[in-house]
């Protein structure tokens, strides 16, 4: 065991994008990503109606799906996970959803400090390059392109003209201070592309020296002396692999795995 790498992210998902590029932002730390999935150049990943045949896709997917459910009639679920670089967020349908205000503050009620509205808030706002809303709620200079939904049509004009009739108002923001209510998604679309954190994140960053991606290597053990984590074991190409950590594994292999 030679190789050491100051931070090591396990799984290049949404959220192992992100950190990699964050983290390798400081050219004094050394980063490696490892993805157990490829590095996709499939146009399917990028065209965001391809969702439709990624989703499946047993390639660039880890195939789960739930125990028969005895009352759907013994019917098993499928429960999609992407498996290559770019995770869930590069078969997913791109809408951009942040959650509940008072969620947030929920959570950071029960003693998650850090977790309420006002203190994510900020790094929402940073990460967010939002092409239409200029609003406090919204960032406009950040990497990750949130944009309006493309096309009206007149059954979703029917359906939330519907909605009001009942009672539930026309939302100008479902980011914002308020989920409820009906509105036309907010999507992570980019010039007609898919815009995941592989594309807004990871994508400039990768051509810094201080960070290394490893795909189709599938982390099989984190390494633990005492109450630290020392090392990652690897499997790639039928080789295992150990990697000396110096400061900290990032553990984004997503909620599943
Ligand atoms: C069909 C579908 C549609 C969705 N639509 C939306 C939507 O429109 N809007 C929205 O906000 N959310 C949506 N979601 C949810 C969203 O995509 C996920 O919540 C999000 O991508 C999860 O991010 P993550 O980083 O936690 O995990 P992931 O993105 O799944 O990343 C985990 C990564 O870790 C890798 N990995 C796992 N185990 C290992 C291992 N042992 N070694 C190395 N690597 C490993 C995986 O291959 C994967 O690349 C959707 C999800 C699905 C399935």
Redesign the pocket.
């Known amino acids: 065991m030679t190789e050491a790498f100051d931070f090591i992210v396990?799984?290049?998902?949404?959220?192992?994008c992100v950190f990699a590029a964050r983290l390798s932002e400081n050219p004094h730390h050394s980063v490696l990503l490892?993805?157990?999935?490829p590095r996709s150049s499939s146009l399917w990943t990028k065209i965001p109606a391809g969702y439709f045949k990624t989703?499946f896709d047993p390639k660039i997917g880890?195939g789960y799906a739930t125990e028969p459910e005895p009352n759907l009639a013994g019917r098993a679920i499928p429960w999609?996970?992407?498996?290559?670089?770019?995770?869930?967020?590069a078969?997913?349908?791109?809408?951009?959803?942040r959650g509940q205000p008072n969620d947030f503050d929920e959570w950071a009620r029960q003693a998650n400090t850090g977790w309420g509205y006002d203190d994510v808030l900020p790094y929402c706002r940073k990460s967010e390059r939002n092409t239409v809303l200029n609003t406090p709620s919204h960032g406009a200079t950040g990497p990750l392109t949130v944009a309006a939904y493309p096309d009206t049509h007149p059954l979703c004009e029917a359906f939330l003209a519907a909605a009001v009739k009942t009672g539930i108002p026309r939302n100008p923001d479902y980011n914002g201070a308020d989920q409820f209510g009906a509105r036309y998604y907010q999507i992570t679309v980019k010039n007609g592309l898919r815009a995941d954190t592989l594309a807004a994140f990871l994508g400039q960053a990768l051509q810094r020296s201080n960070l290394s991606l490893r795909c189709a290597?599938?982390?099989?053990r984190i390494v633990i002396e005492g109450t630290r984590a020392v090392a990652v074991q690897?499997r790639q190409n039928g080789r295992d692999h150990r990697i000396k950590v110096n400061a900290e594994v990032v553990f984004?292999?997503?909620?599943v795995?």
């Open positions: 396990i799984g290049g998902g949404t959220a192992g490892l993805e157990a999935g989703v880890w999609p996970r992407g498996k290559l670089l770019g995770g869930t967020g078969i997913n349908e791109m809408v951009y959803v290597a599938t982390v099989t690897y984004a292999a997503g909620a795995n």
